[in-house]
């Protein structure tokens, strides 16, 4: 299996652009979840899908962030319009269930707004 | 709410020696899992070991094994021979089970970056 993947790999946009992070998890894993490192604040969790269905979104900053999951290989994190502060590593996981299971991390999205 | 601890900043070793790094947690929870992540300089968070609540007996994988103390809330792990490509950022990070429910939400320390010494 190809792990989950992440892309773009790097982006750098300028303030208030639109920056859209795509996820693709591992093939059968029925949960997604978005993460943000940042030095401040460590990892945190934004959201989280099961079977497409977002469960829950308390950790997205505001409502500048998005998320979708049209499909069980495919998920977006969409920033409208970028700050400065959303300058992070962005990290999208999934497992196969949530209960205890391990979650399976892509390699993040370095983000850089200028 | 859960919080984890990891009091050391950074820690570092010498090739081929053991190194324990320290996490410790709060929570009222009494079924859960305990985890450490590494994470290298290339950043992708990688999956060391994993801990259940309700199991006794320590975990390990290869050089790698934790103590775990429920009653103290303390979840270490000790890596033996520690080789250069354990250089990573190390987390440590739990997990309520809700059983049957929804709730895969992973809660992690601040990190502990260890160093290992040729």
């Known amino acids: 299996d190809a792990g989950v993947i992440q892309s773009p790999r790097h982006e750098v946009t300028e303030m208030g652009q639109e920056v859209t992070l795509r996820c693709k998890p591992i093939?059968?894993?029925?949960?997604l979840f978005w993460y943000r490192q940042t030095m401040m604040r460590g990892l945190e969790l934004l959201i989280y899908f099961n079977n497409n269905v977002p469960i829950d979104d308390s950790g997205m900053p505001e409502d500048r962030f998005s998320a979708k999951m049209p499909n069980a290989s495919f998920s977006t994190l969409k920033i409208q319009p970028s700050e400065p502060r959303d300058s992070a590593v962005y990290f999208c996981?999934?497992?196969?269930?949530?209960?205890?299971?391990?979650?399976?991390f892509g390699p993040g999205t370095r983000l850089l707004v200028l | 709410a859960q919080t984890v601890t990891q009091s050391q900043p950074e820690m570092s070793v010498q090739e081929a020696e053991t190194v324990t790094l320290s996490c410790t947690y709060d929570t009222s929870e009494n079924n859960y899992y305990l985890f450490w992540y590494k994470q290298p300089p290339s950043r992708q968070m990688i999956l060391v070991i994993r801990?259940?609540?309700?199991?006794?007996q320590n975990a390990t994988e290869n050089r790698f094994s934790v103590n775990f103390q429920k009653a103290a809330k303390s979840f270490s792990l000790k890596i033996s021979d520690s080789q250069l490509g354990d250089t990573a950022m190390y987390f440590c990070?739990?997990?309520?089970?809700?059983?049957?429910?929804?709730?895969?939400?992973?809660?992690f320390g601040q990190g502990t970056i260890l160093t290992v010494h040729p």
């Open positions: 990070a739990f997990m309520r089970n809700a059983g049957g429910t929804s709730y895969g939400k992973l809660t």
């Open positions: 801990q259940e609540a309700y199991k006794q």
């Open positions: 093939s059968g894993h029925d949960y």
């Open positions: 996981a999934s497992s196969l269930w949530d209960s205890g299971e391990t979650q399976y």
